[in-house]
């Protein structure tokens, strides 16, 4: 039967009224929502506990071994290489017999230099035993001249008598001018003596130099070890042809070689006055996988833009230490007291770290002094604050929100 239509009009608003009586009921019989409470979050970190000590910066420098008593064999004159008795890296003792030059072309040059000094010497021994016949013969030529003044005299006399031809008294003047221009000769030979003598003595002296300085060549041309040492490199070989002055070999001593580092120049006063006041400063380096100790010896007095030169000892035993080997170097500074070490996870910008009090974090301005390892390795800096206090926990995660206040937990502390 169908519906009448005021029931077909009706209908839909029927439904309509009948959902909307459905909602209120169901909202207004609903249980109440329970208020929700906000929690902070707290972060998950690790710490370390610090106390303040004394603890050396680390400076870490790039240095090359070398040795201040080089020894370089040069040939002293051109010559031919007779023998090489040894090899580049070969340990020598002291007085070993390293190379030879031929003997053969040093032995003239000694020759004629010795025979220079002879001739001279017979020269000075001829030379006083004519000044001492000069002196015998003076008083004689003095004599002689009397007796020819004398002889004018008499014969002008004659001739004042005419007695005498006059060509008797020429003779006798040119007698008497003869002897006085002998004795004035051997008085001029006698003042001259010391000057002659003088002049002959220098003459030795030069030749007697020569002479030494043959006999120095001739023993050079046979080069031995002057100290314990290791041959670095032999330039040359056994009949090669050298020239005068041309090196022929380099050694250096086993003991006393230093490693030479470059300083950067903001370090080198506080080091300067360290080694000043007496500081003993230890370093080391990794030569053949095994540690190197080493001390700072000397600053060099002068320096370039790079900055200036550290001469370093080797200490102890180094069987691999070679000339010109480079190596990385730790110096260690002097010591900085009231000091902590700290990862460098631990640090916020460029100078602060956190500490951790009743679990939030608390801002801390330090002053960074440096670098150092843990025994491990682990790369630390050094910092010193007058708010840091022994037993100081200190945030060692980096928290990219950091800041004071903030709640924390400690799930893993370090000692110090």
């Known amino acids: 039967m169908p519906l009448p239509s005021f029931l077909k009009r009706g209908l839909p608003l029927f439904i309509l009224a009948a959902a909307l009586g459905g909602y209120a009921l169901l909202k207004a019989t609903r249980p109440p929502t329970p208020a929700v409470e906000r929690q902070e979050r707290i972060w998950q970190v690790t710490a370390q506990a610090v106390s303040p000590a004394a603890h050396a910066p680390l400076l870490p420098l790039y240095g090359r071994i070398e040795a201040p008593d080089m020894f370089r064999a040069a040939a002293p004159l051109a010559s031919r290489v007779r023998a090489v008795h040894v090899r580049d890296g070969q340990k020598v003792a002291a007085g070993t017999l390293l190379l030879e030059l031929e003997a053969d072309d040093f032995a003239p040059r000694l020759?004629?230099?010795?025979?220079?000094?002879?001739?001279?010497?017979?020269?000075?021994?001829?030379?006083?035993?004519?000044?001492?016949?000069?002196?015998?013969?003076?008083?004689?030529?003095?004599?002689?001249?009397?007796?020819?003044?004398?002889?004018?005299?008499?014969?002008?006399?004659?001739?004042?008598?005419?007695?005498?031809?006059?060509?008797?008294?020429?003779?006798?003047?040119?007698?008497?001018?003869?002897q006085q221009l002998s004795l004035t000769t051997r008085e001029l030979a006698i003042t001259d003596h010391p000057a002659r003598l003088a002049q002959l003595e220098a003459r030795l002296a030069r030749a007697e130099a020569k002479r030494d300085e043959a006999r120095r060549d001739l023993e050079r041309s046979r080069v031995s070890a002057p100290f314990d040492a290791v041959i670095a490199r032999v330039d040359t070989a056994a009949g090669a042809q050298v020239n005068a002055n041309q090196t022929l070999l380099v050694a250096y001593p086993r003991e006393g070689l230093e490693l030479r580092a470059k300083l950067p120049a903001a370090y080198v006063d506080e080091l300067a006055t360290a080694l000043a006041q007496g500081v003993s400063l230890s370093a080391h380096a990794r030569l053949d996988g095994k540690r190197l100790p080493l001390r700072l010896k000397r600053i060099a007095g002068e320096g370039d833009a790079r900055g200036v030169d550290a001469l370093f000892t080797l200490l102890g035993e180094h069987p691999g230490a070679r000339l010109g080997a480079l190596l990385n170097v730790e110096l260690e500074r002097p010591v900085v007291t009231d000091s902590v070490l700290l990862p460098h996870s631990a640090l916020y910008g460029?100078?602060?770290?956190?500490?951790?009090?009743?679990?939030?974090?608390?801002?801390?301005?330090?002053?960074?002094?440096?670098?150092?390892?843990?025994?491990?390795?682990?790369?630390?800096?050094?910092?010193?604050?007058?708010?840091?206090?022994?037993?100081?926990l200190i945030l060692t995660t980096h928290l990219p929100n950091a800041l004071s206040g903030l709640s924390v937990n400690v799930v893993e502390g370090l000692a110090p």
Request: glycine fraction near 6%.
């Open 350 to 392: 460029n100078g602060r770290v956190y500490r951790i009090a009743q679990g939030r974090l608390e801002a801390i301005d330090i002053e960074r002094l440096g670098e150092t390892r843990a025994p491990d390795g682990q790369p630390l800096f050094i910092a010193r604050s007058p708010a840091l206090r022994d037993g100081d």
């Open 111 to 178: 020759a004629q230099a010795e025979a220079d000094v002879k001739e001279l010497e017979a020269q000075i021994q001829s030379e006083k035993s004519r000044f001492e016949a000069d002196k015998r013969l003076l008083e004689s030529e003095r004599r002689l001249l009397e007796l020819a003044r004398a002889d004018l005299s008499r014969n002008e006399a004659l001739q004042k008598r005419d007695l005498g031809a006059r060509a008797q008294i020429d003779t006798a003047r040119q007698s008497l001018e003869r």
